[in-house]
C-alpha cells in the first residue's frame, strides 16, 4: 500500500465564504507529521516507524508505516473486518474491538519480522500500564510511535485502546497511562480494573444489560448483530479472551477470496473472403424474399 505525498505545505487563509471546518479533511498536520518521520542523521537508513490507527464508520484500520522520499510505505495492516475470523460476532468499532485490532496488528508484525517468539508481550492483560523491555540476547523490541492523524486525543478514546492492544502485543510504543479510561487527573493514577473491563467488553456488556432491562426495543436494534449471533451480556467478556487466544495463535493475513463472474466464452471474429461475402448476401437476399 502507498500513501500519496501530494498535498502542498502552503497554508491558504481561507476567505469569508470558506469557514474553517470545511477545509479540515484531508489535510495534514505537518506539525506532527515531521516530528513523526524525522530520524535522527546517525541512524543510516533506519526508518522510524508509525502506528498509524484510523476509524470509519465500520472499520478501524491500523498500519505500520514508515516514510521515504517517495512517500509512505506500509509494513503491515490489520483490520477490524478480520476480528470475526476470530470469534468476534459484532461491536466491530469499539474500544475492545480497537484493543483486539491493534493486537493483532503487533502479532503480525513481529512474525514477519522474526520477533514474535522473542516478543510476546502480555498475554494476560490485567490493566496496568506495561511497556515491552528489551529481552537478552535478542534485538531491541520493534519500536513504533503512534501516529492519530486528526483524531481527537480525549481520556478514553478508542484510538488508545488499539495503541494498548499494539503495546501488550509485543510492540514497543512510548506512552504512559493519562489517556486510558481511568485516569484521574487529580491523583495522577490508572484505574487498573477499570482498564482492564475495556479491553475485554465488560462495558459493553453492562451496557447491553442496562438496554434490556429499560429499553427492549433500542436493545434489539443496537446489539442485533450480537443477538443473531447468539451473544448475550455474560458471553462478552468470553469472546474477546477467547479472540485475543486465536490471535496469538495464528496473526497471518487471509487473502480475501474473490468470487468473479463467470467467463464469457470468447468468439475471434475471422475475416470473410469475397466469395463469402457473396454467399452471405445471397442468403440474406433469399432469406427477405421467403418471408415475403
Not at 502552503?10 to 495534514?28: D, L, Q
Not at 473486518?81 to 460476532?89: A, S
Not at 510504543?173 to 475485554?200: A, M, S
Not at 497471518?252 to 474473490?258: F, G, R, S, T
Request: glycine share 6%; aromatic share 10%; net charge positive.
Amino acid at each position: 500500500m502507498f500513501y500519496s505525498l501530494s498535498l502542498s505545505n502552503r497554508r491558504t487563509r481561507p476567505t469569508s465564504s470558506v469557514t474553517k471546518s470545511s477545509i479540515v479533511e484531508e489535510e495534514t498536520d505537518y506539525y506532527a507529521r515531521k516530528r513523526l518521520v524525522v530520524q535522527a542523521k546517525n541512524k543510516y537508513n533506519s526508518p522510524k516507524y508509525r502506528l498509524v490507527v484510523r476509524f470509519t464508520n465500520k472499520d478501524i484500520i491500523c498500519q505500520i508505516i514508515y516514510a521515504k522520499l517517495q512517500g509512505d510505505f506500509v509494513l503491515s495492516a490489520a483490520y477490524a473486518h478480520e476480528l470475526p475470523r476470530y470469534g468476534v460476532k459484532g461491536g466491530l468499532t469499539n474500544w475492545a474491538s480497537a484493543y483486539a485490532t491493534g493486537l493483532l496488528l503487533a502479532r503480525r508484525t513481529l512474525a514477519k519480522l522474526g520477533l514474535a517468539d522473542k516478543y510476546e508481550g502480555f498475554a494476560e492483560p490485567d490493566g496496568t500500564v506495561q511497556l515491552i523491555e528489551a529481552a537478552e540476547d535478542a534485538p531491541r523490541p520493534f519500536k513504533a510511535f503512534l501516529d492519530v492523524g486528526l483524531a481527537r486525543t480525549s481520556t478514553g478514546a478508542r484510538v488508545f485502546g488499539a495503541m494498548k492492544g499494539a503495546s501488550d502485543g509485543g510492540i514497543f510504543v512510548p506512552h504512559n497511562g493519562n489517556r486510558f479510561p481511568g485516569f484521574d487527573i487529580e491523583t495522577k493514577t490508572n484505574d487498573d480494573e477499570l482498564l482492564r473491563n475495556y479491553i475485554y467488553g465488560v462495558h459493553v456488556a453492562e451496557y447491553m444489560e442496562y438496554l434490556e432491562e429499560e429499553d427492549e426495543e433500542r436493545y434489539k436494534k443496537q446489539f442485533s448483530t450480537f443477538i443473531k449471533a447468539g451473544i448475550t451480556s455474560d458471553k462478552v467478556e468470553d469472546m474477546y479472551t477467547e479472540a485475543h487466544e486465536a490471535i496469538r495463535e495464528n496473526p497471518a493475513a487471509q487473502p480475501a477470496e474473490k468470487k468473479g463472474k463467470p467467463a464469457k466464452p470468447y468468439r475471434r471474429l475471422v475475416a470473410l473472403n469475397k466469395k463469402q461475402r457473396l454467399n452471405k448476401i445471397k442468403d440474406a437476399k433469399a432469406a427477405f424474399e421467403a418471408s415475403q
